[in-house]
Nanobody, 118 residues
Framework: QVQLGESGGGLVQAGGSLRLSCASSGYSISAYTMGWFRQAPGKEREFVAA????????NYADSVKGRFTISRDYAMEKVYLQMNGLKPEDTAVYYC???????????WGKGTLVTVSA
């Protein structure tokens, strides 16, 4: 059973940076497409970024392009989301997700809270 855990959230001022990490326990995620999603208070969960199992062709939501970078470390079995130029509207719970078969986001972490103050 794949269990994902996020870390790195916190409180930051607008314009600041944070790096979120996602690690898997119990199973390798090196062959999975990995993604980040977020859910702001009162809003639906939305896609943020994804990276293929090969590590190339990352995809980003328009709202974070040029500010966020997704990457993965195969040796450490981790996925990262580097967030720069944070804005108050980036405030949300950020979730890591895994797509093992290229069909759906099957596994989810419990999320880490990012709060950006104005």
């Amino acid at each position: 059973q794949v269990q994902l855990g996020e870390s790195g959230g916190g409180l930051v001022q607008a314009g600041g940076s944070l790096r979120l990490s996602c690690a898997s326990s119990g199973y390798s995620i090196s062959a999975y497409t990995m993604g980040w999603f977020r859910q702001a208070p009162g809003k639906e969960r939305e896609f943020v970024a994804a990276i293929s199992w090969l590590g190339g062709n990352p995809n980003y939501a328009d709202s974070v392009k040029g500010r966020f970078t997704i990457s993965r470390d195969y040796a450490m079995e981790k996925v990262y989301l580097q967030m720069n130029g944070l804005k108050p509207e980036d405030t949300a719970v950020y979730y890591c997700a895994a797509d093992p078969w290229g069909a759906s986001w099957t596994y989810w972490g419990k999320g880490t809270l990012v709060t950006v103050s104005a």
